[in-house]
């Protein structure tokens, strides 16, 4: 079902299937899965299966019964466009995406390359309305990503870098509009460095790519671990809230 998020970028989650599996580093602590594994403990619905793949088309509907214009996260609880979830499907989710034109959707994927292959050959449009993103916590899988979702015709496209596993050297954010940095969470959170930060910041500044930076997470910016997650969200004595610049038209 749809919930009120606690998410920094975003106002509600929709999440017309749960479930996943582990596919790069940055999923080793996935908090979907914890989450998941709890709420099954306390019978709730979409979770009979556990973290396992569950299509809910029952859930479908959701957005079409919110009148308020609403940032949706798509799939906080699950992947989008993972093996298992059928295109028909998709097109079933997309569809609902473009008769809701009040709201704004956000999906984010570490499987680029599916969703690649979706939108391929200009079968399928991805609407206005839809940002489609990819996770980037290090080089070796994080990268190649960027390159995928730069191939798609959408109208924004953004990064999330979280968790944040390493310096990820030098960034072509062509065609990208927006990126998302934070922090590993959790008691076995893996820590971020600030130059890491600082580093992308900078590059996001060079090349007129918005910038929001949502989290220290586990570990401060002075390299000490925290017992909670108490470290706030600011850089540079100041938090950064950039949003994706709406004027822009996909290329």
């Given amino acids: 079902?749809?919930?009120?998020?606690?998410?920094?970028?975003?106002?509600?989650?929709?999440?017309?299937?749960?479930?996943?599996?582990?596919?790069?580093?940055?999923?080793?602590?996935?908090?979907?899965?914890?989450m998941a594994k709890r709420l099954q403990a306390m019978g709730a619905n979409g979770y009979e299966n556990g973290f396992d793949i569950s299509i809910l088309p029952e859930r479908l509907s959701e957005p079409l019964k919110r009148r308020k214009p609403t940032i949706y996260f798509v799939n906080s609880m699950s992947d989008l466009f993972h093996e298992d979830i059928p295109f028909a499907f998709l097109d079933e989710v997309f569809d609902v995406i473009r008769q809701t034109p009040w709201h704004t959707y956000q999906i984010l994927t570490k499987r680029a390359g599916r969703m690649r292959r979706y939108f391929a050959n200009g079968k399928r449009k991805v609407p206005d309305n839809a940002w489609l993103g990819v996770s980037v916590e290090d080089k070796k899988y994080g990268l190649k990503r960027i390159d995928e979702l730069r191939l798609i015709d959408a109208r924004i496209r953004f990064l999330s870098l979280e968790p944040l596993l390493e310096d990820l050297g030098t960034l072509d954010l062509t065609d990208i509009h927006w990126a998302i940095v934070g922090g590993e969470s959790g008691p076995k959170a893996r820590p971020m460095k600030q130059a890491w930060v600082q580093s992308i910041k900078s590059q996001c500044e060079q090349q007129n790519v918005a910038f929001f930076f949502k989290q220290w997470g586990g570990w401060g910016a002075d390299g000490k671990r925290r017992a909670k997650k108490a470290n706030g969200r600011k850089l540079a004595g100041r938090t950064w809230d950039e949003m994706p610049d709406l004027s822009v038209s996909s290329g």
């Fill in 1 to 34: 079902m749809s919930t009120v998020s606690s998410i920094e970028w975003t106002e509600q989650t929709w999440n017309p299937t749960t479930g996943c599996t582990k596919v790069s580093p940055g999923c080793k602590h996935c908090y979907a899965e914890t």
